[in-house]
């Protein structure tokens, strides 16, 4: 395109094909305000790059070209993109607080001292040691089942204590 009348008499064949354009964005995007974007995006795009137009070709088809290549170039990017996870606070992993943690040591250390002197024992050198029953039996000298029942009765006093 050569002339200012011709560039004047396309931009002025563009105003009449907005409806035309918004209707078009319209089937691809149901958002209005996407919608004004997209056409907004289109006008502007078909401006800056009126000279590449060509006389006698159709205006409305190059400007529908315009906005389904815009909108295809969006949502390629809204795939990739994720709009505000990084600072959503409600998706970052959450950590308790070491307080808390130092709180629930302190309980269980005076739960576990509120304990019998054999459940205690038992609890030590089988939870706390790792030792098997066996050899628990056979330090305190008394049999496997009386360890086993020791510190059964012993987890049940901590658990009810630390509830």
């Avoid at 205006?59 to 815009?70: A, D, Q, Y």
């Avoid at 302190?106 to 030590?124: G, S, T, W």
């Avoid at 510190?151 to 509830?163: F, I, K, S, T």
Wanted: net charge positive; aromatic share 8%.
């Amino acid at each position: 395109m050569t002339t200012d009348h011709a560039s004047d008499r396309v931009r002025a064949e563009m105003l009449e094909l907005i409806p035309a354009l918004r209707s078009f964005a319209r089937r691809l995007d149901r958002s209005p305000s996407n919608v004004d974007d997209l056409v907004q995006e289109t006008l502007m795009r078909a401006l800056a790059n009126l000279d590449k137009f060509q006389e006698g070709t159709s205006l409305k088809s190059w400007l529908f070209t315009i906005l389904r290549n815009t909108f295809c170039t969006r949502f390629g990017l809204a795939k990739r993109e994720i709009v505000g996870l990084d600072d959503c606070a409600s998706a970052r992993p959450t950590v308790n607080a070491p307080q808390e943690w130092a709180v629930r040591a302190q309980e269980f250390h005076r739960a576990f001292l509120d304990l019998p002197r054999h459940y205690r024992d038992a609890v030590d050198i089988i939870l706390i040691q790792g030792q098997s029953y066996e050899v628990a039996a056979e330090r305190y000298g008394c049999p496997v089942g009386t360890i086993k029942s020791r510190v059964n009765r012993a987890r049940a006093q901590l658990a009810q204590q630390l509830d």
